[in-house]
C-alpha cells in the first residue's frame, strides 16, 4: 500500500474543501486532493479535469500541486488559469471536460484557500468529499501506467460572450460594478464595456491582498466604496462580487442593500412569467416575506438547506429554474447551467430592469415591508458549532416552540421567526430574525439569545444593534 496523507480535521468540508495556507492547508493536502479525485473520476471512467484558480497569492502553488496530482492519479488537465469560480464551472460544459476543480478561497481572509469541484456536470460535496479523506488517509491512490498530460486552455471570450447571450436589451441601466480586487474583475470589465447603458468599475485589478475591501458582499462594511460610487454618480445600481465570483451584491440608487432574497424575488417573477408554477427554491435563511410571494406569483416555493453544493443538487431533483441564498449565491437553471455565477446574475438583471420602467429603487420600494436583521456571524470553534445547534435543538424541544429543523433550528413564533445554524464554511454561527415591527424584531432576538444561554454560549456585544 502506498503512503497515505491525513487533512487536518478541519479542512473536508460539507460542501467544499477549506483551510487556512500554511496552518491547515499547502501544497501536500492540494496533491493528495488532486490524486485522490483522480482516484474517484479514473475510477467512473473520467479522463479530463479543467481546473482553475481564483487571485489569491497562495492559488499558483496550490493549483500546481492540484494539477501534479491529478496528472499523477493519470486523468488529463485542461488548466484555464486565474479565473473567477463560475467560468471554471462554464469550462467543463464549454470544453467537454469530464469534471472540474478550482483552487479558491471564496470570501475568506486573504490567508485562506481552498478548492470546489464538480464531477461530470454535479457538484462534489457531502460524502464523497469525506471518500477523497479516506482514500488519501490509506494511500489507496490509482496507480496509472501512463501519466496524465496537461493542456492549456484560454476560454475567457468564449465565458463573456456567454454571459451576454441572454441580454435582450431594453432601456440602458447605468450601474457601478464591485468586484473587491477578486478573480471577476477582468470578466466585470468586460460586461461593462459591452453592455448599453452608463457602467463605472471599482477595484477590478485581481489582488490576492484585497486591500481596498474584502470581497464579500453580504456584509455592509464592504459595501461602503459601492453606496458611495452609486449615490454621487447618479447611478441606478451597484453590484458588487465575492473573492471568486459566484455570489452577488446588490444595492439600489438611494444606497439601500437590496438582500439576496430580494433579489431572488426579482428574478422569480421575471422566470415565472415563463414557467408558470415552477419551483424556486430559496434557502434557510431566506425571508418569509419571499416564499409567500413565489406562491403569490404562482410558483412552487420550496425552503431548503444553505450551501452551494447542496441547492444545486435539490435543483436537479426538483427540475427547478432558479434557487437562491441570502448569501448571494443564485442558481440559474432558466437558459443556464444550474450552477451560481454572480455576472451571469448580473446580467439577466440588468436586463429585468432594462425591460421594465421601475427602477430598481422603486421595485425595492413596492416589496413586502418587514423588519429583519442581516445574517448575524459569530465565532464558534468548527469543534463547537454543531454540538451547540443540538443543544438548541434540545432546549427548544422542551418549550415544545414551532422549530424547522432543514438546516440548524427556523423557529416560527407570534411575532416572525429567528434562526440559528452552524456554517459550513467557517468557524461561525449564524443567526438571522424577521418580524412585522421592532418590537417584534427584539423579541425574536430575545428568544435567540436564550437559546444560545442553553447551549452555553452568549450572544455577541453588538447583536442588537444588528
Same mark, same amino acid.
Given at each position: ?80 488559469? +486565474?479565473?473567477?469560480?463560475?467560468? =471554471?464551472?462554464? *469550462? %467543463?460544459?464549454?470544453? /467537454?471536460?469530464?469534471? @472540474? #476543480?478550482?483552487?479558491? &478561497? ?113 456584509? +455592509?462594511?464592504?459595501?461602503?466604496? =459601492?453606496?458611495? *460610487? %452609486?449615490?454621487?454618480? /447618479?447611478?441606478?445600481? @451597484? #453590484?458588487?462580487?465575492? &473573492? ?223
Amino acid at each position: 500500500m502506498a503512503q497515505g496523507h491525513r487533512f487536518h480535521p478541519t479542512v473536508l468540508r460539507e460542501y467544499d474543501i477549506r483551510g487556512i495556507v500554511g496552518e491547515t492547508i499547502g501544497a501536500g493536502d492540494a496533491r493528495a486532493i488532486g490524486r485522490a479525485f483522480a482516484t474517484i473520476a479514473g475510477g467512473e471512467g473520467k479522463r479530463r479535469l479543467a481546473v482553475g484558480r481564483d487571485g489569491r497569492l497562495s492559488s499558483p502553488e496550490l493549483a500546481t500541486a492540484l494539477i501534479e496530482g491529478v496528472r499523477a492519479g493519470g486523468l488529463d488537465v485542461l488548466d484555464i488559469g +486565474p479565473c473567477p469560480t463560475p467560468m =471554471l464551472y462554464f *469550462a %467543463v460544459h464549454h470544453l /467537454g471536460t469530464d469534471g @472540474g #476543480i478550482q483552487v479558491t &478561497g471564496s470570501h475568506n481572509p486573504p490567508d485562506h484557500n481552498g478548492f470546489k469541484m464538480m464531477l461530470g456536470h454535479a457538484s462534489f460535496f457531502g460524502a464523497r468529499i469525506g471518500e477523497l479523506g479516506r482514500i488519501a488517509a490509506d494511500g489507496a491512490w490509482a496507480e496509472p501506467a501512463v501519466r496524465g498530460g496537461l493542456e492549456e486552455a484560454d476560454i475567457f471570450e468564449a465565458y463573456v460572450a456567454r454571459l451576454l447571450r441572454d441580454f435582450r436589451g431594453g432601456r440602458p441601466v447605468d450601474a457601478v460594478w464591485d468586484a473587491g480586487n477578486g478573480a471577476a474583475g477582468p470578466a466585470m470589465q468586460a460586461l461593462a464595456a459591452r453592455l448599453p447603458g452608463r457602467h463605472a468599475c471599482l477595484f477590478a485589478e485581481v489582488d490576492g491582498r484585497f486591500p481596498n475591501h474584502h470581497p464579500d458582499p453580504t456584509e +455592509p462594511h464592504n459595501l461602503v466604496d =459601492l453606496i458611495a *460610487a %452609486v449615490k454621487e454618480g /447618479g447611478y441606478e445600481i @451597484g #453590484i458588487g462580487f465575492d &473573492g471568486d465570483g459566484d455570489r452577488i451584491g446588490v444595492v439600489d440608487a438611494e444606497g439601500r442593500i437590496i438582500w439576496g432574497d430580494q433579489i431572488l424575488q426579482i428574478l422569480a417573477e421575471d422566470v415565472l412569467d415563463r414557467h408558470p408554477g415552477a419551483t424556486i427554491i430559496a434557502d434557510v435563511k431566506a425571508s418569509k416575506a419571499l416564499f409567500d410571494e413565489i406562491a403569490r406569483m404562482g410558483g412552487r416555493p420550496l425552503m431548503y438547506k444553505t450551501g452551494h453544493s447542496l441547492i444545486k443538487a435539490k435543483m436537479i431533483e426538483e427540475n427547478a429554474p432558479l434557487s437562491g441564498e441570502m448569501s448571494g449565491h443564485i442558481f440559474y437553471a432558466d437558459r443556464f447551467y444550474g450552477h451560481d455565477d454572480a455576472l451571469y446574475v448580473a446580467v439577466r438583471l440588468l436586463d429585468i430592469l432594462g425591460r421594465d420602467e421601475r427602477t430598481l429603487a422603486e421595485r425595492r420600494e413596492a416589496m413586502p415591508k418587514t423588519v429583519a436583521t442581516p445574517e448575524i456571524r459569530f465565532a464558534c470553534p468548527d469543534e463547537r458549532k454543531f454540538e451547540a445547534i443540538e443543544s438548541v435543538k434540545a432546549h427548544l424541544r422542551d418549550l415544545e416552540a414551532e422549530v424547522d429543523e432543514t438546516d440548524g433550528v427556523r423557529v416560527t413564533n407570534r411575532w416572525g421567526w429567528w434562526l440559528l445554524r452552524a456554517s459550513n464554511t467557517q468557524a461561525v454561527l449564524v443567526a438571522r430574525a424577521e418580524a412585522a415591527d421592532a418590537e417584534g424584531l427584539a423579541a425574536c432576538k430575545k428568544e435567540i439569545e436564550q437559546a444560545l444561554a442553553a447551549a452555553g454560549l452568549s450572544a455577541p456585544a453588538d447583536f442588537h444593534a444588528a
